[in-house]
């Protein structure tokens, strides 16, 4: 089978660095992705890694370990605007996005 | 460049109906999937179209079909419809190849089965 693993929920306060971790077990894998979906909203493409190291793009990075089937999402210099759900998606061997469960994060001032 | 737009924004049906949910893809994009999302869930890949071909399907059963026109706009059609089938239905248009894991999604249809 194929899952991905992510905390449900994560708070943090403005200003702060937050992590959402992912692991996954998929029966493929091409890359790691990050989308961001506000409440009502459509989920928005953040980052991509393909291989292992970090990716940084402005306030957000993004992690991967393919040994360790782990990646995470850095969010830097927290902003209210930032509260939302974070999905970690994997792109299998048959390029399609398997998405995880989803992170709530609610960030407080 | 013209985003990816969805049709209708929210649908209400009864178990037993059909419907027909449409997407517009962004200019460019060739390639469209469809998500299912079910309330605090993730978005869950029903199929892909590319060049009006289906191009893999997810665990959902053959009453989900669809089709893509030469114009890259797509149509899922769900009959029989259950109750479980209530979620918000996402498309998403990308670039086949190196750039498909930067999929552009509409902002959805709702759809309430009752």
């Known amino acids: 089978g194929q899952s991905l693993e992510q905390p449900s929920e994560v708070t943090a306060v403005e200003g702060a660095i937050v992590q959402i971790n992912c692991t996954y077990q998929?029966?493929?894998?091409?890359?790691l992705s990050w989308y961001q979906q506000h409440d009502g909203g459509a989920p928005t493409f953040l980052s991509y890694n393909a291989l292992d190291g970090l990716e940084e793009t402005g306030r957000f990075s993004s992690f991967l370990s393919r040994s360790d089937s782990y990646g995470y999402l850095l969010l830097q210099e927290l902003q209210m605007k930032d509260s939302a759900s974070y999905f970690c998606?994997?792109?299998?061997?048959?390029?399609?996005?398997?998405f995880g469960t989803g992170t709530r994060l609610q960030v407080f001032p | 460049e013209t985003g990816v737009t969805q049709s209708p924004t929210h649908l209400i049906k009864t178990r037993g109906q059909q419907v027909t949910l449409r997407c517009s893809s962004q200019?460019?994009?060739?390639?469209v999937s469809w998500y299912q999302q079910a309330l605090g869930q993730g978005p869950q890949f029903i199929f892909q179209y590319y060049r009006e071909e289906e191009n893999g399907r997810g665990n959902f059963p053959p009453r989900f079909s669809g089709l893509q026109f030469p114009n890259y706009s797509s149509e899922l059609n769900v009959n029989a419809l259950e109750l479980d089938d209530s979620a918000l239905y996402l498309c998403?248009?990308?670039?086949?190849?190196?750039?498909?894991?930067?999929?552009?999604f509409g902002p959805g249809t709702r759809l309430t089965v009752t």
């Open positions: 998403a248009s990308s670039l086949e190849g190196v750039r498909s894991y930067e999929q552009y």
């Open positions: 998606a994997v792109r299998d061997n048959t390029d399609k996005l398997i």
């Open positions: 200019s460019g994009h060739n390639t």
């Open positions: 998929t029966s493929g894998f091409y890359g």
